[in-house]
């Protein structure tokens, strides 16, 4: 037989319980990262300010984006985030390859590891030339 | 331990003597069975706010940015785009005024029971201190949205300081961090709010706590010794809690149904008409506005604040029962409607 304090404690401590789990989701929800901007970015770079054997960072989708335009005047573009330990990579005009500052890992223009520690290839990004603009993403 | 979770309990029993520690710290305190009443939950209600301040401050903090450039909109960011951001900006700026609300209702009751007799003398003093911070809380909080009206309020407010005989500049230029309010301003009354202020309120609440559980509280003025206690936990604070619930969903409502205005970001070079302090500077605005010389004045306020802190050891009666004393009872009133009526004057001036 249950008795009444122990129900009044038990509706006490639900009450309470439900009060806390409430709190809680209002907290996790404030807290949770808010996406930033994501499709409402467009890189605008005219396709022509990129020469032979140069390279450009950009913010794409909120994430840092390399686009390199090779000796033979194709472009590529990479996500700029080392795969080793998250680091921001540099397209080396002169060694014509993609560097990582902090390990030292080394990637060629799509992106495939040429030394170091990173243990994944770079992840291409598509990349396109619209009405004389460099495009990125999907439409491209 | 019962209710929901006997295992755990017993399980943190055995480890740390929670019960234990209960039982000497909560339930084996009493409190006058006569001191139970809704007047007596209001220095719980003002504790109780004053965490939800703390929580709902540190979760501003996420999203603030204290620095002119940024403040603003780093307000109505959290106002308008993150989730829930609206419902703990508004718990936040309406806590202020509830706190502010609880913690004079609670002294007025002290005052009103003479519960600072005798040997509770250092129960007002720590309180009228703890009501002071309160404020200067609020004050300080008030500049960190940057819109124009707290940009513009808090101009005035430290601009009364320039009228303190001899060092009147140097206060206002210290409590700016400048000639003007600016970026200095906001860094200094950031650091008042989140950090200095906080700590020194809750320094001051532990030695309060420690007074009022060293002499026991006072009670009604016609409560004998020996009379029944009643237990402080959880019996007095499931009442406490009660009274903050339901406060609270007040809140919740008005957050939901009187939301705040949006306001322009504070620009320094226009000054919107009609500025005003918030409703708990009002009388005190008010009176610098109508008494002349404003060094006067402030030595008046500055008087009374005085008087308010020190006064168990200026009431010397031994008597409690406010109503066997009507000349204090007829001052005490027409006191607190002075200030009402400096207040509404202030509002509508």
């Not at chain 2, 008042?192 to 420690?210: D, K």
């Amino acid at each position: 037989m249950v008795d009444r304090r122990t129900i009044l404690v038990s509706s006490v401590q639900a009450c309470g319980l439900a009060a806390l789990a409430s709190g809680g989701y209002i907290t996790a929800n404030y807290l949770a990262p808010i996406p930033e901007g994501l499709g409402e970015e467009e890189v605008e770079i005219p396709a022509e300010r990129l020469k032979p054997g140069q390279g450009v960072q950009v913010v794409h989708k909120g994430k840092p984006t390399l686009i390199i335009r090779d000796r033979e005047g194709e472009l590529h573009a990479l996500t700029a985030v080392c795969t080793h330990l998250g680091c921001l990579v540099k397209w080396n005009e002169d060694a014509e390859r993609i560097e990582c500052p902090c390990h030292d890992a080394t990637f060629a223009l799509d992106g495939t590891v040429l030394g170091g520690p990173a243990p994944k290839p770079l992840p291409k990004v598509p990349v396109g030339v619209k009405e004389g603009m460099i495009q990125l993403g999907e439409k491209t | 331990m019962s209710g929901l979770f006997p295992k755990t309990a017993s399980w943190l029993e055995e480890r740390i003597g929670l019960g234990d520690l209960i039982k000497r710290t909560l339930t084996g305190y009493g409190i006058p069975a006569r001191a139970t009443g809704l007047p007596f939950c209001l220095g719980g209600l003002a504790i109780l706010f004053f965490l939800s301040q703390l929580l709902t401050g540190i979760l501003l903090l996420v999203h603030y940015v204290p620095t002119s450039a940024g403040a603003f909109h780093s307000v109505e960011r959290i106002t308008l785009e993150v989730p829930f951001g609206w419902f703990i900006r508004g718990l936040h700026s309406f806590g202020a005024t509830t706190m502010i609300i609880a913690v004079m209702l609670h002294a007025l009751r002290v005052f009103f029971f003479a519960e600072y007799k005798n040997p509770r003398e250092l129960h007002w003093v720590t309180g009228m201190i703890l009501l002071l911070l309160t404020l200067f809380l609020a004050f300080s909080g008030y500049l960190l949205p940057w819109t124009q009206l707290s940009y513009w309020g808090s101009t005035v407010g430290t601009e009364t300081l320039r009228d303190i005989p001899l060092i009147g500049e140097q206060c206002v230029q210290l409590v700016r961090g400048g000639t003007n309010v600016g970026e200095p301003t906001l860094h200094r009354f950031f650091a008042l709010h989140v950090v200095i202020l906080p700590l020194a309120f809750l320094g001051l609440f532990g030695i309060h706590i420690y007074f009022v559980r060293r002499t026991g509280q006072g009670g009604p003025p016609t409560i004998r010794p020996g009379e029944p206690k009643y237990p402080f936990f959880p019996n007095h604070v499931a009442k406490e809690l009660l009274v903050f619930a339901i406060v609270l969903f007040v809140l919740t409502l008005l957050i939901i149904f009187w939301p705040e205005v949006r306001e322009e970001p504070a620009d320094p070079f226009n000054t919107p008409k009609h500025i005003k302090p918030e409703w708990y500077f009002l009388p005190s605005y008010q009176f610098l506005k109508i008494v002349s010389p404003k060094w006067f004045a402030l030595l008046l306020q500055g008087l009374a604040v005085m008087v308010l802190v020190l006064w168990p050891f200026l009431d010397r009666s031994e008597e409690r029962d406010i109503r066997k004393r009507p000349l204090l009872l007829a001052f005490s009133i027409l006191a607190i409607l002075v200030v009402l009526g400096l207040g509404v004057w202030g509002h509508y001036s």
